[in-house]
């Protein structure tokens, strides 16, 4: 395959040393994205099963049809993702980077097409023929999610708004070593910065957001928050 040209310049890399729970998972991709002023490309890990679903979507008309494990709301777009066996990321791009005014069609596109092209498997972008409407992410191909075959292995939700653009990704039903995350860095930006902890700043605002938003039942059910 051909190297696409990096998205970025710089792009800080940064693997969350610790398993978390959903709430603070969400609280730290926030705090990321209001603190940072480079792009990043976090990676993270759960401390036990657990669902997303997303910024729009009605949790008691879904709540039949989900596991009995923790639920917590993204603030981001997209259907409902179960989180055991996957590997979850997001891409942050601060608002003071022109790139995250990048149209949501192709800020999408590019960021799966570099997935898709780090994976070198055969995997690529769903097209028109693969779209399937449908509450779970997993079994709904969108437009541009990447593929293997008939299969779904990598989708997203996306928000955007003067804090910037915020992607959290899960990619699923593979295999990726540890090495496949500086791979991709390293075609996402020409400059991969790797940033093995959080600011004390940032950890103060994730444990905030946890407390004041993702941890709140308001805010599962009724998006409902303690923020100012």
């Not at 990598?154 to 959290?168: I, P, S, V």
Request: glycine share 8%; with cysteine; aromatic share 8%.
């Amino acid at each position: 395959m051909n190297r696409l040209a990096p998205s970025f310049d710089q792009l800080i890399l940064h693997f969350d040393p610790s398993p978390h729970d959903g709430a603070w998972n969400m609280a730290a991709d926030q705090a990321w994205l209001e603190q940072s002023e480079l792009p990043v490309l976090r990676i993270y890990r759960w401390d036990q099963p657990t669902v997303t679903i997303g910024y729009a979507q009605n949790l008691s008309k879904l709540a039949e049809a989900l596991p009995g494990w923790p639920v917590v709301r993204r603030w981001t777009g997209g259907g409902v993702v179960l989180h055991e066996n996957d590997f979850t990321y997001s891409v942050i791009v601060p608002g003071c980077q022109p790139w995250s005014q990048t149209n949501p069609l192709d800020s999408y596109r590019l960021i799966h097409e570099s997935l898709a092209r780090a994976l070198a498997d055969g995997s690529r972008l769903a097209g028109p023929e693969d779209l399937i409407e449908a509450p779970f992410c997993f079994v709904a191909p969108a437009l541009h999610d990447v593929v293997r075959g008939k299969v779904k292995i990598a989708g997203a939700g996306q928000r955007r708004g003067k804090l910037g653009l915020l992607h959290q990704g899960s990619v699923q039903q593979v295999v990726l070593k540890d090495d496949f995350w500086p791979r991709w860095a390293a075609q996402l930006a020409g400059n991969v910065l790797v940033k093995p902890e959080m600011t004390p700043a940032m950890i103060q605002r994730a444990d905030e957001l946890t407390a004041k938003r993702y941890r709140l039942s308001s805010w599962l059910n009724e998006r409902e928050d303690q923020l100012g």
